[in-house]
């Protein structure tokens, strides 16, 4: 099964190659969440400390390992320090509440949300780049995972320049990187200069946020295949070499997205790729 296999990171740590998405999911939606997510057999759950629910999603891992009575060191858990956390400090801080809300001893991998705060991500004109406040960030996480609170540190919508930064500036290489890829959009150079310097891309939204469902052609392949197109769209993800999170709080969709286990003819992977501007 696709949910039993694994990506190799940087630092030899092996990541689940799928992982459930937990944006927009509330504190007691997420622990019911989780907990299906580990019954149908997801190994990987994805939060971040913006998202308001890593109470939830730590109970959400416990009231898994407790139905399934699989260890925790089977499941891989990712959080996020929020945008807006551009200094050590509060970085640091950030660090050690984020362990408290999904009490846990160690996060697997912490990630840098992303490279300037959300009310300038959107901006066409970026002004402020914050590298030297992005670096800061990443020294906390540094020491952090030196002290064993993280297996992997990371970041998320970060562009060549953001990334560049950190590599010429590091001690510990980013494992990943954390981005919008979607059938309709797939930054092909950003994945490639990513896979060029070891860092896994993972994919968020990889159903475009439903947008999906409404392109006759995405709907026809995946029904050829016999499948919804969530996961048609996951699969898509995977067969470029990436890590998709896939989101839902429904337990039903939650099992129907575990099953990856198809593969998506050349041919078709190659329509897929050529929709754009979703």
């Known amino acids: 099964m696709v949910l039993d296999e694994f990506y190799k990171l940087n630092n030899g740590q092996r990541i689940p190659k799928v ?18 997510a580990i019954d149908a057999g997801f190994r990987h759950i994805d939060t971040a400390i913006a998202y308001e629910n890593e109470e939830g999603v730590g109970e959400g891992i416990r009231a898994g390992l407790a139905a399934t009575g699989i260890h925790r060191d089977s499941i891989f858990v990712t959080s996020k320090i929020p945008a807006e956390v551009k200094s050590y400090k509060e970085a640091e801080k950030n660090i050690l509440e984020s362990l408290v809300r999904l009490d846990c001893r160690h996060v697997d991998l912490m990630l840098i949300h992303a490279p300037r705060p959300w009310s300038e991500m959107n901006s066409p004109f970026k002004g402020h780049n914050y590298f030297d406040e992005n670096l800061e960030v990443w020294k906390a996480l540094e020491e952090a995972y030196s002290a064993g609170r993280f297996r992997a540190i990371g970041v998320s919508n970060f562009e060549v320049e953001d990334l560049d930064n950190i590599m010429e500036n590091c001690r510990v290489m980013p494992a990943v990187n954390q981005i919008r890829v979607h059938i309709g959009h797939v930054p092909t150079e950003l994945i490639e200069y990513c896979h060029t310097n070891g860092i896994l891309v993972e994919a968020y939204s990889p159903n475009a946020t439903g947008r999906l469902a ?20 996951s699969r898509f993800v995977l067969q470029l070499g990436l890590l998709p999170i896939p989101k839902s709080a429904n337990a039903e969709r939650i099992h129907q997205n575990a099953n990856l286990d198809f593969e998506i003819n050349l041919e078709d992977m190659g329509k897929l790729l050529d929709i754009k501007g979703l």
Not at 19 to 36: D, E, I, M, S, Y
Not at 214 to 229: L, N, R
């Open 214 to 233: 409404s392109v006759p052609e995405i709907c026809a392949i995946a029904a050829k295949y016999g499948v919804s197109v969530p996961q048609l769209a």
């Open 19 to 36: 992982a459930l998405g937990t944006w927009q999911t509330p504190n007691g939606t997420a622990k019911t969440a989780v907990a299906a």
